[in-house]
């Protein structure tokens, strides 16, 4: 009850920030988001018996969203894909320097190494991906984009969660994942692809739809024309396999940590990790789209 409670209140919440929400405000919650996964990721690093540089890593992310929300919202109202990139990888870039310096201050000389190295996974793993997001709302079609990404991610776990259940027998890495089956991995796979193509097949009606309740802004809306059937099972097959990849190296890292959920931040669904695991690998999939859609 308290799983399906929390999806009635959060997933609305969702659609309309994507959908409709100024770049700045998705920049600020999905910033905040960030930096409560990176926390619970850090949290996860205590159990390897690393100690993080907690604050450095939250004033890093929150530095970075604002840099990519402000660039979005009053630079050039689109933040030109080479820019991002540079920014995005610029920040990759820095971070090992900056917390290896950071983590000099430690007493225990044996430490600094391990805590600059969560720190650093934590931006890379966690905050770079979910701004690759940021920048996707402010590009071609961004809010359809959006939400096409997590029609596509939420429909791959539904299908694969309930076939497993249903007819699973084949494990697909039982020291890793025990639940997971093959069986359910492919039909999380045609479920992707088959909800995908129902999307973007029919984005623009889709598009229109929403606009004339007022529900996402023209700007974000996808107005083009179809795109060719082979690019749309391609797209959506390789968001599937990036989502299910994300999902099980969540579930190595937890664990390897001997925990079951990387929080309890949001009730019957465990942390803010255990729910967006799939979309941290799923993000620079579409970004990658996104992007090329842009610049050809």
């Known amino acids: 009850m308290k799983r399906v409670a929390t999806a009635v209140v959060l997933i609305p919440l969702v659609l309309i920030l994507i959908l409709r929400a100024p770049v700045l405000l998705i920049a600020?919650?999905?910033?905040?988001?960030?930096?409560?996964?990176?926390?619970?990721?850090?949290?996860?690093?205590?159990?390897?018996?690393?100690?993080?540089?907690?604050?450095?890593?939250?004033?890093?992310?929150?530095?970075?969203?604002?840099?990519?929300?402000?660039?979005?919202?009053?630079?050039?109202?689109?933040?030109?894909?080479?820019?991002?990139?540079?920014?995005?990888?610029?920040?990759?870039?820095?971070?090992?320097?900056?917390?290896?310096?950071?983590?000099?201050?430690?007493?225990?000389?044996?430490?600094?190494?391990?805590?600059?190295?969560?720190?650093?996974?934590?931006?890379?793993?966690?905050?770079i991906p979910l701004a690759l997001l940021v920048v996707v709302s402010g590009l071609w079609a961004g809010g359809l984009l959006l939400l096409y990404l997590l029609l596509v991610v939420w429909a791959g776990d539904t299908f694969a969660y309930y076939t497993g259940r249903a007819i699973g027998r084949h494990k697909l890495a039982p020291r890793i994942s025990p639940g997971k089956t093959w069986e359910g991995t492919i039909a999380s796979f045609a479920g992707s692809v088959i909800v995908g193509w129902a999307v973007l097949a029919h984005a623009r009606?889709?598009?229109?739809?929403?606009?004339?309740?007022?529900?996402?802004?023209?700007?974000?809306?996808?107005?083009?024309?179809?795109?060719?059937?082979?690019s749309i099972i391609v797209?959506?097959?390789?968001?599937?396999?990036?989502?299910?990849?994300?999902?099980?190296?969540?579930?190595?890292?937890?664990?390897?940590?001997?925990?079951?959920?990387?929080?309890?931040?949001?009730?019957?669904?465990?942390?803010?990790?255990?729910?967006?695991?799939?979309?941290?690998?799923?993000?620079p999939v579409l970004w990658y789209y996104a992007a090329w859609r842009v610049m050809s």
Do not use: W
Request: aromatic residues 6%.
């Open 205 to 230: 009606q889709i598009s229109e739809a929403l606009m004339s309740i007022h529900v996402l802004t023209r700007e974000r809306a996808f107005l083009a024309e179809p795109l060719p059937l082979a």
């Open 28 to 127: 600020a919650v999905v910033g905040i988001v960030a930096i409560l996964t990176a926390r619970e990721l850090l949290g996860l690093a205590k159990h390897y018996r690393v100690d993080p540089l907690h604050m450095p890593t939250y004033i890093f992310i929150a530095v970075m969203f604002a840099a990519v929300g402000i660039g979005l919202q009053y630079q050039t109202q689109v933040l030109d894909v080479g820019t991002t990139m540079l920014l995005l990888l610029g920040a990759a870039a820095f971070a090992p320097f900056l917390f290896l310096a950071i983590s000099m201050s430690r007493r225990e000389l044996p430490r600094c190494f391990p805590a600059a190295t969560a720190s650093v996974l934590a931006i890379t793993y966690a905050a």
């Open 235 to 283: 797209l959506s097959a390789l968001i599937n396999v990036a989502a299910q990849l994300g999902d099980l190296v969540e579930s190595l890292i937890k664990r390897g940590a001997g925990v079951k959920d990387s929080g309890a931040l949001l009730p019957g669904h465990g942390g803010m990790l255990d729910r967006i695991d799939a979309l941290l690998f799923a993000a």
